[in-house]
């Protein structure tokens, strides 16, 4: 029962990657089983792409506690690096716009483990000091979906990405 699940949450993951209309059925079909075997375990296209959107926020989170850098620098282009590979992984860019907004826990966690790393930064001078550490937080946030269409498309290599995203927070020159 756990592994028809797994699969089918795999199966959206890619199927949607490729095309966010994708229906259950093309779904189903990529998990190897039956479409009502896909209902049995989500009733909605809504609730597959709930959960689905959740576990990706739950991977974000899980993989940016694991972020242990002392420089200020370094932690915000290795968080940065993180989000944006699992924001590719996903395809989330494509299609969590769909997705009900309703409260995750691990957000929440992942929103205030880049905030404490954003204040950490300006306090060490690394990012802008005029602007406050959650506007920050939500300059730096905002574009990684586009920047990961980017990267996933081919069009910006990853380090491109990461350089682009940082650069927005930095102090002016001179």
Known sequence: ??????????AARTELGEDP???????AERAGVHRATLHRHFRTREDLLSVLFGRYIDEVA???DAVDEDDPATELTVMTRVCLRVNVRYHVFAWAPVVPTREHSALRRGIERMLAAVERAQAAGVLRRDIPADQLRLAWGTPLPFLAGRVA???MTEDEAVTF???LLRPPAG
């Open 153 to 155: 498309a081919g069009t």
């Open 1 to 10: 029962m756990r592994r028809r699940r797994e699969a089918i949450l795999e």
């Open 165 to 167: 995203s940082l650069q």
């Open 62 to 64: 899980a993989r940016l």
């Open 21 to 27: 209309t994708a229906g259950l059925g093309r779904i």
